[in-house]
């Protein structure tokens, strides 16, 4: 980045009591923008997103993840002299993030209401399962919860009571930290017409539930909701995988009746199927699915899956690749957008995914993986505390 440039959250410090990813990935993308993320953590312990795994060179892969460009500040939160430090800390923050567990915070006398008395100006958002008020309001939750309590686990998976499946990735708490990552950024633009601080409610529950939007409404006035159909599409055929004489497998996807006699007339080499009135419409390919299915394995049982791949090209049949996690680090897309970068973190350089959606105007900031308590002497002494108050605070146990 050039020094004439500036990256949007310059100038713009965020406070996070923060463990596992919802309100870690909402920071680390608030640092991506050139926030300052001051994370505070549990001395001994941190973040128990910390000790997830050790995948990452003994790191932890979520950790990893979530949490770059940040500073490490060790607090235990439940001593006095520990909440005066991050009362101070507060004072000069812009943004609150938190995720403690439910109720938490209020009790810690860290409720908006009560720290808009203090700090007019600060946002404060809070994340947690299910939101404020309600009957759910003190459940503790988690991803694979909320997934179930959403309604995800009903429409993924095999066809068999037995196959619902999770999302490979955590998606309830990815929904929420993008959600809490755009509306503090909202709440950022409203303080500057306002001049006030506002809150920011987020729940996990809602952040999914607006994401499942499509089998809401499918399922809509009692209607059946879309089956589980395993990696195919429920309700738009044929859009999944199909297996290959090679033992591949290629993944396509039709959308439209041009696209469906295009895929019969250059993929399948079968012109015919086009205009067989079983599949003249989508809604009837569906519902014959297992047997068109079988008329495409068996044109595909004598192509391996390049071959399927170039027919589908030639056709502009949309298509791709069925890539495990080592095919998605030597992904030549990813490598011809020149996508990685290098971070450090306690365990050496690492490679580090550049945040979607670039900006010609600025480089995203991609600063080291903190280690625990890493910048928690530089944080006190830039706060005001002299070398004697942090060692009484230390032989305290309060960092």
């Known amino acids: 980045m050039n020094a004439s440039e500036q990256r949007p959250l310059d100038g713009i410090t965020v406070v996070s009591l923060e463990h596992a990813i919802a309100a870690p990935f909402c920071t680390r993308q608030l640092a991506d923008l050139g926030a300052r993320v001051i994370k505070v953590e549990r001395p001994g312990s941190g973040d128990f997103a910390r000790g997830y795994d050790e995948r990452v060179r003994g790191l932890a892969s979520h950790f990893v993840w979530t949490n770059r460009s940040k500073e490490s500040l060790t607090l ?63 459940k503790k939750a988690y991803d694979l919860l909320i997934q179930s309590e959403g309604g995800f686990l009903s429409v993924t998976g095999g066809p068999g009571e037995d196959q619902m499946a999770k999302a490979g990735c955590s998606i309830a708490d990815i929904a929420s930290g993008m959600y809490a990552y755009t509306g503090v950024l909202s709440a950022l633009m409203l303080r500057e017409k306002t001049g006030q601080g506002s809150r920011v409610d987020v729940s996990m529950l809602e952040s999914l539930v607006e994401w499942m939007g499509y089998p809401l409404y499918y399922a809509f006035d009692g209607a059946p909701p879309p089956p589980r159909a395993g990696a195919a599409h429920a309700t738009i055929y044929p859009y999944g995988p ?16 041009r696209e469906w ?10 012109p015919e199927l086009a205009g067989d009135e079983r599949f003249s419409a989508n809604f009837k390919r569906s519902a014959n699915r297992e047997v068109l299915r079988a008329l495409i394995v068996e044109t595909f049982a004598g192509l391996s899956a390049e071959q399927v791949i170039e027919r589908l090209e030639a056709a502009q049949i949309a298509n791709a690749h069925v890539n495990d996690m080592a095919g998605v680090w030597a992904h030549p ?10 971070v450090d973190s306690p365990s050496g350089p690492l490679p580090a ?25 530089s944080l006190l002494a830039e706060l005001g505390f002299a070398e004697s108050d942090i060692r009484q605070l230390r032989e305290a146990g309060a960092v």
């Open 76 to 138: 235990d939160l439940k001593r006095a002299e520990a909440m005066a430090v991050l009362e101070r800390l507060l004072g000069e923050a812009d943004v609150l993030v938190q995720n403690l567990a439910p109720g938490a915070a209020a009790r810690m006398g860290l409720s908006f209401e009560a720290l808009h008395e203090r700090f007019p100006r600060l946002i404060v958002c809070d994340i947690s399962g299910y939101g404020e008020g309600g009957p759910y309001e003190q």
């Open 242 to 257: 199909f297996p290959t004489g090679d033992g591949g497998t290629v993944m396509l996807g039709l959308q439209n009746e």
């Open 261 to 270: 006699q295009l895929f019969c007339e250059r993929v399948l080499l079968r």
């Open 333 to 342: 897309q990813l490598q011809a957008r020149d996508c990685w970068r290098e």
């Open 353 to 377: 995914l550049l945040p979607p959606g670039r900006n010609n105007a600025f480089a995203p900031r991609m600063d080291p993986v903190p280690a625990l308590g890493q910048h928690t002497e």
